[in-house]
Every structure is written in C-alpha cells, then in structure tokens.
C-alpha cells in the first residue's frame, strides 16, 4: 500500500476545517456568554470568600458578647423573657419544625439603612425582629443601618415610643454603614433608579464588609442588594419584604400623557419628546433589569395586592422551581390593633366627644402628596357647609432629613397662601401616645398618596374608629378601605375636587357611629399577631435553607 493511500486529499480535508471553523465562530458568542458568565460567579464567589476571612474575626467576638450579655439578661429576668410577646395559632407541621430550629443561633442580617425613620417600613423591621426573638431565642439580630448620629439605646428607645414595640436588646446590635449616601437620591440627579440601585451594591459590601450574616433580609426595598449577596455567597438565604416595587408598570404607564394614569405621579406625562422617549427606553430597560435580579431571591414577601400584582408580574417569570417551592406571598404589615381596640373607644359615649378633625398620618415625603390634601381641605372650607364649620386639617409624621424639614416649610408657605393657617396643625415627631390622643378625638383620617403600597396609618385610622378618605389607588383602594357585609368604611377620592367631597360626606354622615364599627372590624385583618404568625413561617423557610 502506498503512503498516499491513507491520507484525506487535500480538498476534502480543507472543507472539514472550514466547516469546523465556522462552526466554532457561530458559537463563539454563545461560548464568550457561558464562560463570563462562569467568570462572573467565580470573581463572586473569591470576593465572597474574602470578606468571610476578613470578618470572621468580627463575627466571634459580636457572637460571644451578644450570647454573655443574653445570658446575663435571662438570669436577671428568665420568665418575662421566655414568654413570647405575640401568641398566635400554629399547625403541627409549623410547630414541628419552630420545635426543631428552637436552639438556631445563627445570624439574621436586616438591610435597614433608615433604620431609625419611624414610618410604616421601620414598623415592619422592628415587628419583624421582634416575631424573630420570640420563636428563636438564640438568633442574633443585626441591623445594617446608617443612622450614625443614634445609639443602640437611642433606637430602640425610639422603637417603644414610636410604635410600642419593646423589643430583646442583648440578642440585637447595631452595625454602621459608612455609605449610605450612595443610596440617597439626591446623589443621583440624572438616572435615579439606576444609580440608587447601584448604589445599594455599594452599600450591601459596605454591610458585607462589617459582617457576612447567616440569612439576609432587605426590608428597604433594595432588591440589588440581594442580587449581590447571592453573587458572593450562594449558601446565604435572601429575602426581600417589599413594601412599593423599584420601578412598576405604572410607573412606565404614567410617563404617557395619554394613558390612564398618565397625571399620577411625580413623573407623570413626563415620556413626551426626545428625551421623554430616551426616559422611555431607559425605564423599560432598568425593569429588565430589575426583574432579573429580583428573580434570584429566595423569599419574597409583598405587603399589599397591589404590591404583590406587580412584584408577580416583574420577578415571576424568572424565578423558575421557586414559584411552586416558595411562591411570592402578601403578609400584611403589623398594625397595633389590638392596642387600638382597647386605647381608642368606639362608642355612642365616645361619639360625643369627637371633633370635625381630620388627620394625616405620614412621613413629609413628596409621595405622601400632602399637597393635595391641604389644597382638597382649602376647597372643602370655602363651601361654607355645616360640616366644614369649625374643621381642622393636622398634619402627623416623621422628618426624616434636611428634603423633609423644606418640604414641611414649603407647605407651611402654601397653607399661608391659601389663608387657612389657623385651620391647619402641623404635628411633625409625634410620640405613639399623642398620636393615640388624636385619633381620640379626630373625626376622619386622610390619605392621598397615589397607589400607596399599602398604607399601615389607614388601617390605624380604622382601628380607631376614623371614617377614612383615601387616594382611589394601591392598598388603601384594594385591601383596607373595602365594605363589609356590603356596607362602606369610608371614601375613595382622585382629585381635589374629590377629596373635598369626600371630606364633606365623611363629616355628613347620618349615623357615622355605624361606619366607624365597621371600620373596625375590617382593621381585624391587620393585626400584629397576624403578622408574626406570616413572617415566622417565612423565616423558618429561610433558616431551613441555611441549614
């Protein structure tokens, strides 16, 4: 046999290597993907690895000194402190597995970085560790927060006053962001959205840097927080407590003029022209974005319908096997009811002493639109009607910042303008007992946020025995002021034109003593026991996955 006889000729084999060839550059993208990719997860896993070893150290001495001081605390006063502070209903399978995470001393890491606030969302945090406490003794809590101008002692002091909630202090601490204005939206001017969630990155490896926790829970709203987390440490559960998602497709919708909702919001009509359309483009791609990286949490929980519609719609569809083994789920935000029921009286004695007084519980942040409520209650006086005789508007929340304390100026100027200053209490930093005083002898709550996520100071004028006039939108439209037994609880109003109106029936009504039992008997839904039951179910998902 000749030498020729065992070789490929030429042309043959010069079609095969330009087959292979190009088949190698139809790939190569897909390839270039897979292989960044696993670089991406890599270079995670190495920094993740890092900060470990670099805050071990941190971890032993916090775990020790936490555990002696707990220790020091149960001698003192072991049977106040054994009893859970919340008693609600368990099934067997609930009360098998709390029974076999009973000794869990892990850590719970809380993403809180206004941690010290006093609004709704602080209000889910603390009622959150203090669920945590009661059915896990020997976890330790640790709030990531950036409040550095408050101590350990300042904060939870401020806890008890603002919302009542007493909680553990040995198994709780403090650990100080130093980056927290990367998250603040004043440091963003232009692409907002993108640069606050990017900058929640920076800020959850600032957390990371101080102390990599055994569970971590965002209760803020900074879904790219977790998204790193789970790039560095894929073992660490996550969990996110949404309380408004980042970016919504009405968000999207209200940038067209034309649309439904296109006057609703701060951003309302604002997709016009060439660069209403680059904001266009630019939303939709951040809510790309957005929906995958919420898809990689473990645990999500949504506070409202509307919330949970919403979050559904962006996270679902890339959360694959986690839909059917941990679905998105609403828990209701805690709200004092119980405490309401029996520091409120609603009754026909109690009647007598109500006022025509309307009151607005929220933070001065521009959503909370007091704007309009001040505007809606100067057209509501000008009608001279019987029951705008004698009405006052006060005005109650928290002030957060510097944008706060000018905003509740700017509104003070604009009470002035519209000449109803004697009509109009402001009442910023209220304690929990003067806020009880108020919902005493008021008449009527107020909301007017558009497509408020949920809106805990509704469901505490409820409970309270106030005829509520809401904004016809989000969770004060869909979850709190709905009828019972086909009987309303209260208005829903728009515009200001609305609102008065609303104002005007409220304090109209024939036999408004009806109205307010049924408010608060519809408040039942809400309450802190229910709360604890929803949150401690998730949470032994969480430790279950930690394990």
Known sequence: ??????????????????????????????????????????????????????????????ITAMTEQDHKAREANSQSISVPKLVFDVDEKLESTLKAQRS???????????????GGGERVLWAAIRATQDRWPNAKCVVYTGDHEVTKDDILRRVKTRFNIELHAPTITFLYLSKRNWVLASSWPRFTLLGQSLGSIVLAWDAF????PDVFVDTMGYAFALGFCKLLFPAVPTSAYVHYPTISTDMLDSLDPDSAVGSQGVNAGKG???????????????????????????????????TQAHVT??????????????PIVTVYPPVAVKEMEQEVEVSEESEKKRQPVLVYIAQFRPEKNHQLIIQSFAKFLKTGSEA???????????VRDDGDSKRVYQLRLLVNELGIKNQVDFQPEVAWPDILEWLRKASVGVNGMWNEHFGIGVVEYQAAGLISVVHDSGGPKLDIVIPVDGEPTGFHASTVEEFADGFEKAL???????????????????TEEEFAKKWTIQLARLIDLAA
């Open 104 to 118: 869990w001393s892990g850590i719970v890491g809380f993403f809180h970085p206004f941690c010290n606030a006093g």
């Open 209 to 212: 840097s101080l102390l990599v």
């Open 313 to 326: 719609s962006l996270w679902a569809s890339g959360r694959g096997k986690k839909n059917k083994t941990d």
């Open 272 to 306: 016009v022209g060439a660069q209403g359309t680059a904001k266009k483009i630019y939303w939709h791609l951040f809510a790309r974005l957005y929906s995958w990286v919420g898809s990689s949490i473990d645990i999500v929980m949504t506070n409202s319908s509307w």
């Open 1 to 62: 046999m000749s030498d020729n006889s065992s070789t490929m000729p030429p042309g043959n084999l010069s079609s095969h290597s330009t087959s292979s060839i190009m088949l190698l550059l139809c790939l190569s993208p897909v390839l270039f993907l897979l292989t960044g990719n696993l670089l991406f997860k890599l270079l995670g896993r190495i920094l993740g690895w890092s900060l470990r070893k670099k805050t071990d150290g941190r971890r032993s001495q916090l």
């Open 388 to 398: 705008s005789k004698n009405a006052k508007l006060v005005l109650i929340g928290s």
């Open 508 to 526: 109209s009504l024939p036999n408004p003593l009806a109205v307010r039992l049924r408010a608060r008997q519809s408040a039942k839904r809400f």
